[in-house]
């Protein structure tokens, strides 16, 4: 009796070590818990408080007060369906980000920031956030972007009239090269023809603005009360030069001093509210130095070796200097088809147009000299620079700036629309406390 009692308990033990075990790794999940599924995704407990722990450090780094902590939980919350929804569109896309581009990411974002990766990783540390979390990050922004790119990109066109249209407007506007920092709050209205949404919505917008300009923060405002895409990061739209402000705010912002909110702007999506925090000036010309030069090009090919296309290039050199015809040779004897048959003839060719051996042959040439024979990676070269000059390229600039402007205004629009449609269109339930009209109720997983 006393050995089988005595087994009896050791075999108790032995289900009792397996079971322990079990125990932990069950409360362990029970720990995380879903907060909302969206479509084929589920958002979990401990993603939601990792970006509010990171969202959180970042404004206490720029001295933003924080929200009421309900109000960030829905914000972030928000975000993240937001950021699923795209990711997932990502992943169905094919669409992948190399280790090897994130990496030159990481890098670039900290070279701009004046630290090293070791450095950047240190101050991330400091912030409360780990490399391989900032990392991770940035490689979620990347696809969104690109997938927002695909999408969005597809439904902006831009076209010359529009382009003549806007430098007109500038020029009645006396636009200057000047460049502004600016911070945004938008309170939207969903049905523009539900007049009690809309004074609501006003209403709020004056009282925000009320609330600023008597001391408030409009960062702080931003991350607690915006309905824009960038409210946690304070309402920050970067710099933007006089030419790229948003058509709303154009007529407002050079006349706004800094540090003071704009009265409460409106269209059919809503009221918009922006500030001035920075402003700096800009040159008012931009000249770069121009090569009028010509070439000939020898290219290496299943029929001659590259040993043959120098030697070549070489007796093509010696015709030129006894005095052979330049533009005759280039005629007959030159592989780049184009400027071949106009006797090589490249035209005014600016900084960074050339691959670096064409270019730094061009600038080591003296005007009507010979230079070569030269490889690059499309065969051997003689070139000749015939003439330079100093050209203003401020037009050119001004047109390119006035279309990426026209662009930019159309692409946040349309992805304000797009970021609408595919929210509408997905599957989203909230789970536990942040279920709307459901019980309370935590759903333990295990991803």
Known sequence: ???????????????????????????????????????????????????????????????????????????????????????????????????????????????????????????????????????????????TSRVQQRQVGNRVRVTDREVENYLESLEARGGNNAQYRLAYIFVSVDDPSDEAEVDAAREKAQRLRNEIASGRDFREVAVAESDASNALEGGDMGWRAEGQLPSLVAPVVPELPVGQPSEVLENNSGFHLVMVMDKRGGEQQQLIRQHRVRHILVRPSEATTDSQAETMIRDLY????????????????????????????????????????????????????????????????????????????????RDAEARQAIYRRKFETELQNWLQEIRDEAFIEFKGEYAKDEPAEQEPVSR
């Open 1 to 143: 009796m006393k050995a089988t009692l005595r087994h009896g308990v050791q075999a108790l033990l032995v289900l009792l070590a397996v079971l322990a075990p079990l125990s932990v790794q069950a409360e362990r999940k029970l720990l995380d818990q879903v907060v909302a599924i969206v479509d084929e995704d589920v958002i979990l407990q401990t993603e939601l408080e990792a970006r509010i722990s990171t969202i959180t450090s970042r404004l206490s780094a720029q001295g933003t007060a924080l929200p009421p902590r309900q109000i960030l939980e829905e914000r972030v919350l928000d975000q993240l369906i937001t950021e699923s929804i795209q990711m997932q569109m990502a992943d169905r896309a094919g669409m992948r980000i190399s280790d090897n581009e994130l990496n030159e990411t990481m890098a670039n974002i900290a070279d701009r920031n004046g630290m090293s990766l070791a450095q950047f990783e240190n101050q991330l540390a400091a912030e409360g956030v780990s490399y391989n979390q900032a990392r991770e990050q940035i490689r979620r922004e990347m696809l």
């Open 318 to 397: 010696q015709q030129l200097q006894n005095g052979a015809s330049f533009s005759a040779l280039a005629k007959e004897y030159s592989d780049d088809p184009v400027s071949g048959s106009d006797g090589g003839n490249l035209g005014w060719v600016s900084p960074g147009q050339m691959v670096p051996a064409f270019e730094q042959a061009m600038l080591n040439a003296d005007i009507g000299e010979f230079q070569g024979p030269f490889r690059s990676q499309f065969g051997w070269h003689i070139l000749q620079v015939q003439e330079r000059r100093q050209k203003d390229i401020s037009g050119d600039v």
